[in-house]
């Protein structure tokens, strides 16, 4: 869950096309997931979550998935809008962490016009 | 209802300087977490504060402290400041343990 550097990965997709983005999370205890979404100069929005009883979420125009045999998390958006463009993180929590959240490098979800 | 507040926006110090940035949860929230962003990465986790106590504490040197007062605002103190310490240091507040976070729009240190 530590960030490694400048280079984040960037998924550039058509608008109105459905968006997925990925995320491998690193410890198979965590029980509890979360996407935030950064858009330049802010701080991170909360988008949807999902505990690890789960393995499906949705919430408006998002879907979260959750695979823990493989430790994997993605985020779906449908009909995706200029809006959307930003950095997304996902982020793990669980008592191995100490009951705090872990976040992911980020991705960068740019929409086309 | 308002959200996370952080003061200042900006804050501009030297080498060796101390900086003290301020953070206001969302009313009724009485966990407030501190995470470092520098440039192109992601979010350090800093601090977690709850009831007034310190709970966590991430892998940052001792000169990085703060406090949460009975308000349950805090202060996050950075001492002896270096270079590298510029970043944006966001706050985050949740009503519950391991519930969603909510983030403040952050505190924009640059260290000359």
């Known amino acids: 869950g530590e960030s490694v550097g400048l280079h984040l990965p960037t998924l550039s997709v058509q608008e109105g096309d459905n968006s997925i983005i990925n995320c491998a999370y690193s410890?198979?205890?965590?029980?509890?997931f979360i996407w935030y979404k950064q858009e330049s100069g802010k701080g991170p929005q909360f988008i949807i979550d999902i505990r690890s009883n789960m393995d499906k979420r949705q919430g408006q125009r998002v879907t979260v998935l959750l695979n823990k045999t493989v430790k994997h998390l993605s985020l779906q958006i449908a009909a995706t809008q200029p809006g959307d463009s930003a950095v997304y993180f996902c982020?793990?929590?669980?008592?191995?962490?100490?009951?705090?959240?872990?976040f992911g490098a980020g991705t960068i979800l740019r929409v086309k016009s | 209802e308002a959200g996370v507040t952080q003061s200042p926006t900006h804050l501009i110090k030297t080498r060796g300087q101390q900086a003290t940035l301020r953070c206001s949860p969302i009313s009724g929230h009485t966990s407030v977490y501190w995470y470092q962003q520098a440039l192109g990465l992601g979010l350090q986790f800093l601090l977690w504060?709850?009831?007034?106590?310190?709970?966590n504490r991430g892998n940052f040197p001792p000169r990085f402290s703060g406090r949460q007062f009975p308000n349950y605002s805090s202060e996050l103190n950075v001492n002896a400041l270096e270079l590298e310490d510029s970043a944006l240091y966001l706050c985050?507040?949740?009503?519950?343990?391991?519930?969603?976070?909510?983030f403040g729009s952050g505190t924009q240190l640059s260290v000359l």
């Open positions: 410890n198979s205890a965590s029980d509890y």
């Open positions: 985050a507040s949740s009503s519950r343990r391991n519930e969603k976070l909510f």
């Open positions: 982020a793990e929590n669980g008592e191995e962490y100490g009951n705090k959240l872990v």
């Open positions: 504060y709850d009831e007034g106590e310190e709970r």
